[in-house]
């Protein structure tokens, strides 16, 4: 392994993403409960240590299949869809009992692509990945196969780990695979191709040395995972690419065994606020008061007290410009509101939301994390 590789415990929050060829023994038609418990044990490690760890799984297809036993072979659409809704009751309670072993708490999620990239369910996503961390437990994560449709699913759960990873601002994203990494060439085909250890940046090179897969059950290929190394690693995370085949996957990782590391020059932070800053078109104007200003720039979140009035047609979830009492701009950010309840709310307490709007909201109109500030 290069001496460039990081080591797992180098990082803060972690996405770990398990296909259904691991975790599911298709002969049999049950769920391989060894390799899922060394598995668990690496995760326990981790989370022990303090990291925020999060799961995106497959399976529940599989799962669903064997319970309902279906023959093998491809599927309609809306036969993997009601496979997916038996086999997810199956999924949710494996990976429950599994890290309810070592005393962890599962939290489900099932998302589609939509709910990634359209910004007002995002901000719902993103914090409920939030406080189920804050409160330690584990979020369990996998495509919502009993909605998705072939137009809007992602086809396979490496570039649903590595939105995921870019959601959840992890540091980095472990594609738990068939194959331990990268190669020359298809080791498949070529005998002596050799795996390459690190990869600093994706080139044109780099994407022509992905091959596809063999494994039945996986929905992505080598093509798919290079994808998510794009997805992630422009999101300021690293991302590894490991075999999931031999037992506490995460411990040969973090030992140097085989794998592929593709490295992010960004960290998600920066990463993220860069794209509030720049790559998102400004909706409308949040002004707010001197106080509130001021409490910005010591890195607060702005509440609903320091806004004195809103402008423009914006929507929960868009970019706005935040300007203080003299007209300058102090900042953009997502705005956690829209303009009618925003307008509503200006200069009310935290403990107002609920009256003036008849439901509770969001005690913050910009949360700090969607919040990029300009100069003073």
Same mark, same amino acid.
């Given at each position: ?74 599927? /309609? !659409? ?39 990239? =359209? ?40 570039? !649903? ?54 494994? =039945? ?9 290079? =994808? ?16 999931? /085949?031999?037992?506490?996957? !995460? ?48 890195? /607060? ?46 200069? /009310? ?28």
């Amino acid at each position: 392994m290069s001496s460039l590789a990081p080591k797992l415990n180098d990082f803060r929050r972690i996405i770990v993403k398990v296909g259904s060829s691991l975790l599911v023994d298709h002969t049999a038609g049950q769920v391989r409960a060894p390799w899922l418990a060394s598995l668990v044990s690496d995760i326990a490690a981790l989370h022990k240590d303090g990291r925020d760890i999060i799961i995106v799984s497959s399976g529940a297809i599989a799962l669903g299949r064997a319970v309902l036993k279906l023959p093998r072979g491809a599927m /309609k !659409l809306e036969d993997s869809q009601a496979a997916a809704a038996v086999g997810q009751i199956v999924l949710a309670r494996t990976w429950s009992e599994a890290l309810g072993q070592h005393g962890i708490t599962a939290g489900q999620l099932l998302l589609t692509l939509g709910d990634t990239e =359209e910004r007002r369910r995002y901000l719902n996503a993103r914090a409920t990945i939030g406080k189920l961390l804050e409160w330690r437990s584990v979020p369990v994560i996998n495509e919502n196969d009993t909605v998705a449709t072939t137009e809007i699913r992602y086809g396979d759960n490496d570039r !649903l780990a590595a939105r995921v990873g870019t959601m959840a601002s992890a540091d980095l994203v472990v594609l738990l695979s068939d194959i331990d990494g990268l190669y020359d060439a298809p080791p498949n085909v070529k005998k002596n191709a050799k795996l390459i250890p690190v990869v600093p940046r994706i080139t044109a090179e780099i994407e022509h040395m992905a091959g596809g897969s063999a494994s =039945e059950l996986s929905r992505g290929g080598m093509q798919t995972k290079i =994808e998510a190394a794009k997805i992630a690693t422009t999101a300021g995370a690293h991302l590894v690419i490991a075999s999931g /085949k031999i037992e506490r996957p !995460l411990h040969a990782i973090q030992a140097g065994g085989a794998c592929t590391w593709f490295l992010t020059p960004a960290n998600p932070v920066t990463a993220r606020k860069k794209w509030i800053a720049g790559s998102l078109e400004p909706r409308g104007v949040i002004h707010v008061d001197a106080g509130a200003e001021a409490a910005l720039r010591k890195g /607060k979140s702005l509440l609903p007290a320091g806004v004195t009035r809103v402008e423009g047609a914006f929507a929960r979830g868009d970019a706005v410009i935040v300007r203080g009492p003299d007209g300058g701009e102090v900042g953009r950010g997502l705005v956690a509101y829209d303009a009618d309840d925003a307008a509503q709310l200006c200069g /009310k307490g935290s403990a107002a939301i609920k009256e003036v709007l008849g439901t509770t909201g969001r005690a913050a109109m910009i949360h700090r994390d969607d919040l990029v500030l300009g100069s003073a």
